[in-house]
Each structure stands twice: as C-alpha cells, then as structure tokens.
C-alpha cells in the first residue's frame, strides 16, 4: 500500500505536478521535489524561521506543515520575490544595501516575512515591524541592520512610482 498521494502546488505562479508522502514537509517538499532550495529547514520545530513562505499571502512555517495541505493554496518562497527579468525586490535590494544579512542562512525567512508585513501595511511602525521580525532569529547580525534593511524597503515601497520624462 503506497502513502504517496498526487497534489499540485501553485508556487510563484507556476504549476508543480507532484507525488508526495503524505507525512513529508511543505519544507522538505520545496526544497527536494521543487529545486527551491531558498526555504531553509533550521530547527524543524517551527522556532527559527528559516523556512517562512507565504501561503495565500500569509507567513507560514513550511516545517510545520505538510505538502498535501498546501494544494489548492497560492505559495510564495524568496526566489518569487524577485522580479523575471532579474530585478530584485526591494526588500532584497534593501538587505543588501544595509547590510542586514552575513551567513544568509535566516534571510529567506526574514524577506518572506517582511514582505508579509510591508504588504499587509506599508506604514508599520517601529514597534509593530519589532514584533513581527522577532518570531524570527538570527544568531550574526544582531537584527539591528535587519531593521534598517526592512525600513528602507518600506519606505521605498511607500514612494510613487517615478514617471517617465
């Protein structure tokens, strides 16, 4: 008897037909059968955030849930984050240029996060913005260029668009 079930996931846009375990991780998942490798299994107990996607625009740690829960639902992971023709997000370019990030390995986490939070409101507040990226840990930056990376995006994000001459 095989406890594999078919499901396909909606992940940035595209369709992934798969045949999964219906014990495996949505974390597991992206990473071994969707070539995602953005989305990081740290704790496996939903304590890090490494592995924040966004379901139907929603943070989600994708290593407390199962792949099959995730059909029919919209996934977003950090490599949807940036634009096709290679553009980055301005969270992502934020990061960057605040230097908020030094061995990477929490930053998805961070990005699908803020993005989460900057989206729902652009004008978070500082104390808001605090408490929503501290579910989330990072043992190298000491959070505080994290912030400024998260500020500036937002601000960014906040500008009108610059029209054309």
């Excluded at 071994?32 to 490798?37: D, H, I, K, S, Y």
């Excluded at 984050?81 to 370019?93: C, K």
């Amino acid at each position: 008897m095989s406890n594999e079930i078919d499901i396909t996931l909606e992940i940035n846009g595209a369709q992934y037909p798969l045949r999964v375990e219906a014990r495996r991780t949505l974390a597991d998942t992206l990473r071994e059968e969707c070539g995602l490798t953005g989305t990081n299994s740290g704790c496996e107990h939903g304590v890090c955030g490494s592995c924040t996607v966004l379901i139907d625009n929603e943070p989600v740690r994708a290593c407390l849930m199962f792949a099959v829960q995730a059909q029919g639902r919209q996934l977003r992971t950090v490599e949807g984050l940036a634009q096709a023709d290679g553009q980055l997000h301005p969270l992502q370019q934020a990061f960057i240029d605040h230097h908020a990030l030094q061995c990477g390995f929490c930053t998805p986490g961070f990005l699908m996060l803020a993005v989460s939070a900057l989206e729902r409101n652009p004008q978070i507040g500082d104390d808001e913005l605090r408490e929503v990226l501290s579910s989330n840990l990072c043992r190298c930056t000491g959070y505080q260029n994290i912030l400024k990376a998260v500020r500036a995006a937002a601000e960014h994000m906040r500008a009108p668009a610059a029209k054309p001459a």
